[in-house]
């Protein structure tokens, strides 16, 4: 399998319960992002990993908690979410070098109810 | 800081017609910059990119040009199919800017017969 994957691709949570995403790429990338896609909002960069080190939390509650445990493999921890975290979230890798694009996952679909 | 401004969607045309969508944007530098497109239900797909000034990059018939002068990176296309409906995402990437893509709000365009 190639590209950025996935999973779980649809997620219902209740807000007491703890779940993770998780992010594979087989694209020999050394940065991965998680991203937050809402309705009506513009994308929302949540994390960066690059060589496996975090750079960038923007700002994001601590209900949210990443982990990069390689290169190649990134998780989302979820605990205690709110009904407006409800959202797609999607994953991206990238070189760490200019000018290179992001690719992306296809994304997780999460309602919180 | 970094941003990038599309233009107001949805954009409703014809089959055949032709489409630009306008995206400029502010940033410090020499920005790489992109075209992303969202269709229904997956994540985002690389469309085009160009790296330095008066670049074009092209892809499937789309094409845009990176204009230092006027900071913008219009998407077009000539002719367009109902296949293309879709969201369109403009991008930057800033050299050195934490190796992170800043995205513009989305146009989405609806192409009819």
């Known amino acids: 399998e190639t590209g950025v994957t996935q999973t779980p691709r649809h997620l219902v949570m209740g807000m007491t319960n703890k779940k993770s995403l998780k992010c594979e790429q087989h694209?020999?990338?050394?940065?991965m992002y998680w991203y937050k896609q809402s309705a009506k909002k513009p994308l929302e960069l949540m994390f960066v990993?690059?060589?496996?080190?975090?750079?960038e939390n923007n700002s994001v509650p601590s209900r949210f908690s990443p982990e990069c445990p390689n290169s190649s493999h990134l998780f989302l921890h979820l605990h205690t979410l709110q009904p407006e975290d409800s959202a797609l979230y999607l994953c991206?890798?990238?070189?760490?070098?200019?000018?290179?694009?992001?690719?992306f996952g296809q994304g997780t679909r999460l309602t919180v109810v | 800081g970094n941003s990038v401004t599309q233009m107001e969607g949805p954009v409703t045309l014809s089959e055949e017609a032709f489409l630009t969508i306008n995206c400029t944007y502010t940033?410090?530098?020499?920005?790489?910059l992109f075209w992303y497109v969202q269709y229904p239900g997956e994540g985002l797909q690389l469309l085009l990119k160009?790296?330095?000034?008066?670049d074009k990059g092209s892809n499937k018939g789309f094409e845009a040009t990176y204009r230092k002068e006027t900071t913008s990176f219009h998407l077009e296309k000539g002719s367009v199919q109902v296949s293309d409906s879709a969201v369109y995402f403009c991008?930057?990437?800033?050299?050195?800017?934490?190796?992170?893509?800043?995205f513009g709000t989305g146009t989405q365009l609806k192409v009819e017969l």
């Open positions: 991206a890798s990238s070189q760490v070098l200019a000018g290179t694009e992001a690719f």
């Open positions: 694209l020999g990338h050394n940065a």
């Open positions: 990993y690059s060589l496996e080190e975090r750079v």
């Open positions: 940033a410090t530098g020499y920005p790489s």
């Open positions: 160009a790296t330095k000034a008066d």
């Open positions: 991008a930057l990437k800033q050299t050195g800017g934490g190796n992170k893509l800043t």
